[in-house]
């Protein structure tokens, strides 16, 4: 078996780098890529980029995802360009392998790509301050808004059914009848959790079904450090990690970047007493992101953002929860208990921001 050394070695081989590449380890806090940072060594001045190996457990067709953030990136570059911004930093740059292909496959068939590194600029996994995460708003709800005419049609769903709550409350509930792992007997409270929400994991895949809600081309994992701020203006500069662009509810993206950022602690916090979900910072969130559509919001998508968060947070909290049952298959984890310790904090969320409905209501209506 290949040494990780020789395979990332094998996969630097497949691009054609200008300079010595330099190999500096793992990079970032993603939970499904393997991400390394490389340096390109031009004679002593430093080029950076990031390898990734795409993880093909989870996107079964990575081909597929690399013609969606093709399509994705050359539509916002075109709009970045005509608006006067700087696409080398505002939105992603693939580096097509030696075969033209925007990735490579080494001799274990596993898929690989390379991005320009978007210099000074930074990902967080909390809020170092307001306007921080008022830009991350903002550039969130302008990533839906510059994709607004784009051809949905032509996205391939990446992973099916992916924020369909219902279809997850389903798998959750397989996981737990098989319990593999024997760990559903001391998870019973978590469990219960679960099943006392089922009834709202229909409501929003109802109201799309309706038409009440739009379908929209959508980001779909819009967590904080799935952002780069940059480091001089404090813009939200670039979105990241677009394997997940496909047809979705815009209330799933305000959602899941409040489930991750109006958070008072990190996701995987296990003192619990430092976990709610903080009103002001929603509050934040919503004038960036509402800002960031630019009116294009129905009332009834304003109406639904709430709920948006709490879905969001629920069904990321069941998703983590059905991991730790079948064994972390889905989530790196990096110790013990990992994924219970985020299935937790996301139901604290949950249970707190069930307490302050009426002022999450209040507040983007307002
Ligand atoms: P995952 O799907 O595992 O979350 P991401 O694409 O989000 O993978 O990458 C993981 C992390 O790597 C990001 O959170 C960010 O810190 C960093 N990263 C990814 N792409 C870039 C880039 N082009 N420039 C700088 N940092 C990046
Ligand atoms: C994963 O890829 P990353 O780490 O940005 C996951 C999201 C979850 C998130 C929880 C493709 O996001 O759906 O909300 O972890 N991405 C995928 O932190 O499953
Ligand atoms: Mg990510």
Known sequence: MKSIEERL????EGFPLEGTPELQGKYGDGHINFTYLVH???????????????NKNIFKNPVEVMENILGVTSHLRKKIVERGGDPE???????????????????????????????????????????????????????????????????HETI??????EKRFRDFKKAVDADVMGRAASV?????FVLAREAEASVLGNMLAKGELPLRVTHNDTKLNNIMIDDKTRQGIC??????????????????SIRFGASTAEEDEVDLDKVSCS????????????????????????EMLPMGAKMMTYECGMRFLTDYLEGDHYFQIHRKNHNLDR????????????????????????
Request: some cysteine.
């Open 188 to 192: 019973q409270k978590e469990i219960e």
């Open 160 to 165: 099916p059914q992916f924020h369909d709550t």
């Open 239 to 256: 979105v990241i990690d677009l394997d997940t662009v496909m047809p979705g509810l815009s209330v799933h993206d305000f959602g899941d």
């Open 279 to 302: 009103m002001h910072l929603l509050e934040v969130y919503n004038d960036g992101f509402q800002k960031g559509c630019q009116g294009r919001l129905t009332d009834t998508e304003i």
């Open 343 to 366: 299935a937790r904090t996301q139901f604290k969320l949950v249970a707190d921001m069930e307490q302050k409905w009426d002022t999450m209501m209040k507040i983007v209506k307002r």
């Open 40 to 54: 390109l060594n031009r004679g002593g001045t430093i080029k950076r980029m990031i390898l990734q190996q795409m």
């Open 89 to 155: 930093r505002e939105t992603l740059n693939v580096l097509c392998a030696k075969n033209g292909k925007p990735f490579f496959i080494d001799s274990d068939g596993e898929y690989w790509r390379m991005y320009d590194f978007i210099e000074g600029a930074t990902c967080y996994n909390q809020v170092a301050g307001d306007e921080d995460f008022y830009q991350s708003g903002y550039a969130f709800g302008n990533f839906q808004n510059l994709l607004a005419d784009y051809p949905a049609e032509t996205l």
């Open 9 to 12: 070695n094998e996969a630097l």
